[in-house]
């Protein structure tokens, strides 16, 4: 079995212009282009970068859900192309959209249904659901219609169901933008803990850079499309745009 939990060669994503502003008088627009990337088990790998610079593109194409236009990925040592039905019980995903949700359910009824759909017991779900709504610091809003929920809850329910099957690799997309500190704070001491204790992996997305600072134990930036700087942070993240330029970047720190 590799050490790799995620392995790219040449990942593109290329899009053909729809007519829309974003391509201007571009044919294709590369969202991502010829990325490589190794991660291994156990990491807590951070992805930063300017909007637009094919972060969120990057994520869903690892999840199977773009299809690339070139170029490999490996999950687990699973083919993202071939074997995404392989994949899909090793991972979960936290990347909030309400349509993604139910919203005349609760929102204990939204758990107890997608774990159903990760085939647990019903026990072992009810006592999923309690530990996770206790760690998020919603379980005084489980019985709320998940319409009526706020932003911050739906965005801590949508953490809480990517957690339901304990995955070996978790995708977060912006996963704290619309928590408190405290409870921010709680949820990386936790996600840091199951890292170390379980060998599990953390790939986030994340324009925080205090975040990236302090917490990740691999980082790296993306900008148009392509992998700036990737590895074991020797750097700062306040030096990072110094390093970026130097090579004739268009970053820009956000």
């Known amino acids: ?43 807590f790998f951070c992805l930063t970068g300017p909007n637009g610079a094919g972060k969120t593109t990057l994520l869903k194409m690892l999840c199977g859900l773009i299809i690339p236009t070139s170029g490999s990925a490996k999950i687990a040592g699973h083919d993202v192309g071939r074997d995404i039905g392989k994949i899909k019980p090793l991972i979960g995903v936290a990347s909030f959209t309400d349509n993604s949700f139910f919203g005349r359910l609760t929102a204990i009824q939204n758990l107890e249904l997608f774990a159903a759909l990760y085939n647990l017991r019903p026990a072992d779900a009810k006592n999923e659901i309690r530990r996770l709504s206790e760690l998020l610091g919603i379980d005084r809003e489980m019985n709320i219609l998940f319409q009526n929920l706020s932003a911050g809850a739906k965005q801590k329910l949508s953490i809480a169901r990517a957690l339901l099957n304990s995955p070996e690799l978790l995708f977060l997309d912006e996963p704290m933008k619309n928590l408190d500190r405290k409870t ?71």
């Open 1 to 43: 079995m590799t050490n790799y939990i995620i392995e790219t060669d040449k990942f593109t994503k290329e899009f053909k212009n729809d007519g829309t502003p974003l391509f201007n008088k571009r044919k294709v627009l590369c969202a991502v282009k010829n990325v490589d990337l190794k991660i291994e088990r156990g990491e």
């Open 184 to 254: 921010a704070a709680a949820l990386w001491k936790h996600l840091k803990k199951i890292t170390a204790k379980d060998h599990k992996t953390v790939f986030c997305i994340t324009h925080n850079f205090e975040e990236a600072e302090g917490l990740f134990s691999t980082r790296a930036i993306m900008n148009r499309g392509e992998i700036e700087i990737c590895g074991k942070p020797e750097w700062t993240m306040s030096g990072l745009t110094e390093k970026v330029a130097g090579k004739g970047s268009e970053y820009v720190a956000l």
